[in-house]
């Protein structure tokens, strides 16, 4: 059955529509104004919004109109929908368009090895118990933090323990690294891992000569390592 839809302000049928749809957003757009479409995600808002009401393409090519082979192409990023087609799809799930037009503010940050700097445990002070980079500095409103961290030998009596809100968690890259907290220690070799509550008293220190590094990350609200 063909569905008689409203097109700038001609009627004409869901095939004919649909026509003049893939006709308009098949003219060549520039590069800036592709990735000003893309930045707004478009399509993928629509997929989460129809696998978020399980619905299939076919099943919402019925509620809208439109074929399911545009839905894909538009969920896909490989065409962009004008504004009536996109209403027509925003009556269907009961959202506006400013729904669809949203920045996605979703944290995405790339940090290179060479943009990284190491840092001392604590400034200004004595060396510490290791030196640390960060693998995450870029991203903003972070949920983790992860640090680079390459620890130093040193006296059992020199380590200092220390304690910050949250949780954390070790994965030995290379080396051993001795962990001391709830008044023991612990070895960790090359490929071990430990989680722990870090609001206890914690401390490390490299056992052996040879170089210990390990990935750091510290849970949502923790501070950094003091």
């Known amino acids: 059955m063909q569905t008689q839809t409203e097109h700038f302000g001609a009627k004409t049928t869901t095939e004919s529509c649909e026509q003049s749809w ?7 757009l520039s590069q800036t ?62 959202v506006d368009l400013n729904h669809f037009f949203a920045q996605d503010h979703r944290a995405f940050a790339v940090v290179r090895e060479s943009a990284r700097q190491r840092f001392p445990e604590k400034p200004g ?5 290791f030196h640390f980079q960060s693998l995450d500095y870029s991203a903003t409103e972070r949920k983790t933090n992860a640090y680079l961290a390459e620890f130093r030998a040193m006296a059992v009596d020199d380590v200092k323990l ?35 509550d870090s609001s206890q008293q914690h401390g490390y220190r490299r056992v052996g000569r040879k ?15 003091d």
Do not use: Q, W
């Not at 619905?55 to 962009?80: D, P, Q």
């Not at 907290?181 to 989680?195: H, I, P, Q």
């Open 22 to 28: 893939e006709s308009e957003t098949d003219m060549p």
């Open 33 to 94: 104004l592709t990735d000003g479409l893309d930045g707004y995600s478009i399509g993928r808002k629509i997929r989460d919004l129809r696998v978020g009401r399980k619905l299939g393409l076919v099943e919402l090519g019925r509620h809208t109109g439109l074929s399911a082979a545009l839905l894909s192409k538009i969920e896909r990023g490989k065409m962009y929908p004008t504004l009536p087609t996109l209403l027509r799809i925003s009556l269907v799930f009961g």
């Open 125 to 129: 002070a004595s060396p510490g118990s």
């Open 162 to 196: 220390h304690r910050h809100s949250g949780a954390e968690f070790i994965y030995v890259l290379e080396g051993k690294l001795r962990l001391y907290a709830r008044n023991e220690e612990t070895t960790l070799a090359k490929g071990d891992s430990v989680y722990f």
């Open 211 to 225: 170089t210990c590094r390990a990935l750091v990350v510290i849970s949502p609200g923790a501070s950094d390592p």
